[in-house]
């Protein structure tokens, strides 16, 4: 049988799946927010016939666990979830590496992060429903928050003084606020390096003495700082839309103008140097 040709919505899990460009397009409710356990096979079945793009289908459960989880899926896990072969998945999870649609861990099969998530601890955590998320730095935990869409807790630390941060998103607000986001390296860098190092030394502090002390004694560059407001805003717009099992790599322009979006711009903010 040849490939199904799609003209109009598809039913799935009691509702219309519409098709766009001739690619089903599944809104995420079906992907997690409405499956209950004994559905969620159900919904899981059709999408595996019918959405044209596989390495799509494997991203939207990798996204799915994530937000329901706090965890990636196995490779077996989105076989079993998908009917396809290991060695199909594993395929799927390397093409989504190679288009930049997430990062697999040194043994090329087990997802390390699909940003703004992350399956290794740090030093930043977002804490909701009982859950914990580990993101690789405080711009990333708020595109986590932004993306659970929930209250939640988010829990940094300051290393100037070695202390926890606790910032409350209430609503998609930023509640009691207090500190500021410090990156000691242009934007052009973030890049350049392996994305962990990039993200390791964008940090949370209480305050701008706190940063100007901590790079005096630790000899890190003095970069720019943001207010937390600006960098929750910043990471609302940046993580946008990575929910979507079609998410693509938007490319630097993109990630450019969402930058000026929230009011950085000049050299320091530029992404290519
Ligand atoms: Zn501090
Ligand atoms: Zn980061």
Redesign the pocket.
């Known amino acids: 049988m040849g490939p199904l040709e799609l003209t109009e919505g598809v039913r799935v899990g009691g509702a219309v799946a519409p098709v766009v460009e001739g690619r089903i397009h599944v809104p995420l409710p079906f992907l997690y927010k409405e499956c209950t356990p004994p559905r969620s096979r159900d919904l899981v079945r059709p999408m595996a016939a019918v959405i044209p793009n596989t390495t799509d289908a494997v991203r939207g459960l990798i996204m799915r666990d994530f937000v329901a989880l706090a965890a990636a899926p196995t490779v077996a896990k989105l076989a079993h979830e998908l009917e396809l072969s290991e060695a199909m998945v594993v395929a799927c999870l390397r093409q989504l590496h190679d288009e930049k649609r997430l990062e697999l861990d040194k043994d090329r099969r087990s997802v390390l992060l699909a940003m703004p998530f992350s399956t290794h601890g740090s030093t930043v955590r977002i804490v909701a429903r009982g859950l914990t998320w580990f993101a ?2 405080i ?2 935990a708020f595109g986590v928050a932004h993306l659970l869409g929930e209250d939640c807790e988010i829990h940094a630390f300051c290393p100037d003084c070695e202390e926890d941060q606790v910032v409350r998103v209430h609503d998609g607000e930023v509640r009691e606020v207090d500190g500021v986001v410090h990156f000691p390296l242009p934007a052009r860098t973030w890049w350049a390096d392996d994305i962990t190092l990039s ?1 390791r030394r ?1 940090h949370l502090f209480h305050s701008d003495q706190h940063v100007e002390r901590w790079c005096q004694n630790t000899g890190t560059p003095r970069g720019k700082s943001i207010e937390v407001e600006r960098q929750a805003l910043l990471s609302r717009e940046w993580y946008a839309g990575r929910l979507d099992p079609a998410w693509r790599w938007p490319g630097t322009v993109a990630f450019q103008a969402t930058l000026a979006g929230v009011g950085l711009v000049g050299p320091f903010w530029e992404l290519l140097g």
């Open positions: 690789p730095c711009f990333d993200c964008i």
